[in-house]
Each structure stands twice: as C-alpha cells, then as structure tokens.
T-cell receptor
Framework: AQKVTQAQTEISVVEKEDVTLDCVYE???????LFWYKQPPSGELVFLIR??????QNEISGRYSWNFQKSTSSFNFTITASQVVDSAVYFC??????????????FGTGTRLQVTL | DADVTQTPRNRITKTGKRIMLECSQT?????MYWYRQDPGLGLRLIYY???????NKGEISDGYSVSRQAQAKFSLSLESAIPNQTALYFC??????????????FGPGTRLTVL
C-alpha cells in the first residue's frame, strides 16, 4: 500500500526566511506520481506541482522549488524568501501508476506553515 | 466562474437526516472524486467515478452513496448523517485524456456539521 508522511505538523518562520517542507513516500510501484497542493486559510486546494517517478530533475518556479530524490523516497518543497501570503497548509500526495482504475491520490497529513512579519 | 463548484458551501444538519452535497464542473473532465478532510488526517477518498456508468468505492465509503447524473455532475449523499461525518468535503475532477495519471483539480469544499 502506498503511504505519504509529512512529519512536520507545523512550521513557523519570519518573513523572508527560507523554509523546506518535507515529504517522504512509500510505494511498491516503479511508476508513480507525486504532487504538492496548497490550502490557504480560505480552504480551497490549489495544485502546485506534479512530478513523475522517471523525472528526478529538480523544479523551480519563482520562489518555489522542489527536490525529488528516489534514493531517499523524498519529494521536498522549499519556499525561498517566504512571504505572509505563503501561510497555508501544504499537502504532499502520491498516485501510483496505471492500475486499471482511476488515479487515486494518497495524501499526507499536511504541514501548516505560518509566516509572520 | 469557477471550474469546479460545490453546493452548499456550508451546511449544519442533525443526526439522522439525509443530506446531499452537489458538485458541478465546467472543465469537461470525465473523472470525478469525493474526498473528506479531517483535522490531522489529510484527505481521504470516499468515491470516484470514471464516467457516468462507472462508480467505485474509495477508502472510506461506508455511510455514503453517490450519483453521477451527468458527466459534469457528481453528488454525494449521507443517507442518515452522524456526528463523525462532520468534516470538510471536497469534490475533484481530472481529465482521462491527460494521460495515465492525471492531475486532480479541487472544488472549494463544503463544510458539513452534523449535530
């Protein structure tokens, strides 16, 4: 069975600090997909990134970057120069490759990030 | 207008009542999902649907039922609500044409309280 662990329940930083959110996953499949979603205080879930298991290149999008390491089964998310608007709960999720059924996501329990002035 | 809408956004009901949560999408996606979110537990899958004729149970389907009325509409029903069904409910959609594993896009959520 697949599993996603986000060991950091809550993180507090001061604005402009860099912060890394950890995500460790377990799966028996060789083909799988990893995702990050953001849930701001308003409650909606916003898709941030999707990465497949064959692509270990790091991704950078503005102040956001993602580090995927298959050797440690981790898909960590770094926010550089954090801002108050980054305050949210962040979820890491895993979807195994084709199973003949719909693409079911397994979510971690989330990390609450609080950025203060 | 939002691509995925959920109604109602907030609902308070009493134990034993039947309640329906509705989800509509204008994204043209064929796959739809219902999740519930509980504090400290992340999101868990209740039901999912490939298309109008395909409905499958997820991780926690007991106490719930669904109806896929059309490609764009997927409803979740609680036949007899109980307090531990108090949660935030999300509908999501994804596009089969996007590939084997497609990205799920979520609605704004429905906050349900069962007294």
């Amino acid at each position: 069975a697949q599993k996603v662990t986000q060991a950091q329940t809550e993180i507090s930083v001061v604005e402009k600090e860099d912060v890394t959110l950890d995500c460790v996953y377990e799966t028996r499949d060789t083909t799988y997909y990893l995702f990050w979603y953001k849930q701001p205080p308003s409650g909606e879930l916003v898709f941030l990134i999707r990465r497949n298991s064959f692509d270990e290149q790091n991704e950078i999008s503005g102040r956001y970057s993602w580090n995927f390491q298959k050797s440690t089964s981790s898909f960590n998310f770094t926010i550089t120069a954090s801002q108050v608007v980054d305050s949210a709960v962040y979820f890491c999720a895993l979807s195994e490759g084709y199973t003949g059924t719909a693409s079911k996501l397994t979510f971690g329990t989330g990390t609450r990030l609080q950025v203060t002035l | 207008d939002a691509d995925v809408t959920q109604t109602p956004r907030n609902r308070i009901t009493k134990t034993g009542k039947r309640i329906m949560l509705e989800c509509s999408q204008t994204k043209g996606h064929d796959r739809m999902y219902w999740y519930r979110q509980d504090p400290g537990l992340g999101l868990r899958l209740i039901y999912y649907s490939f298309d109008v004729k395909d409905i499958n149970k997820g991780e926690i389907s007991d106490g719930y039922s669904v109806s896929r009325q059309a490609q764009a509409k997927f409803s979740l029903s609680l036949e007899s609500a109980i307090p531990n069904q108090t949660a935030l409910y999300f509908c999501a959609t994804s596009d089969l044409r996007a590939g084997i594993t497609d990205t799920q896009y979520f609605g704004p959520g429905t906050r349900l309280t069962v007294l």
